[in-house]
């Protein structure tokens, strides 16, 4: 049995971008300006750096949770 969610809106990728960077600056353990969010047909990819494993973690959720999200591709760094 395979589950396949169907977002039953459709939003611009660029919306998306938006929104997810958006939902960054509601983290204090995140700092916007050293992430990088590409968005193609609701697939958003996530690079650049985080101080800690808990940063990366609210990365992930934070983008996961926008609207119009399908999948997140997480290729963060944890800072050293």
Not at 4 to 31: N, Q, W
Not at 51 to 69: C, D, I, M, N
């Amino acid at each position: 049995n395979l589950l396949a969610i169907v977002p039953t809106k459709t939003y611009p990728d660029t919306e998306i971008a938006r929104t997810v960077m958006s939902a960054f600056g509601r983290y204090r353990l995140l700092e916007p300006e050293s992430l990088s969010v590409e968005v193609a047909d609701g697939r958003v990819t996530l690079s650049g750096s985080v101080p800690s494993p808990r940063a990366k973690r609210e990365a992930v959720r934070a983008a996961a949770g926008t609207e119009g999200v399908i999948s997140v591709d997480d290729r963060l760094k944890i800072a050293a």
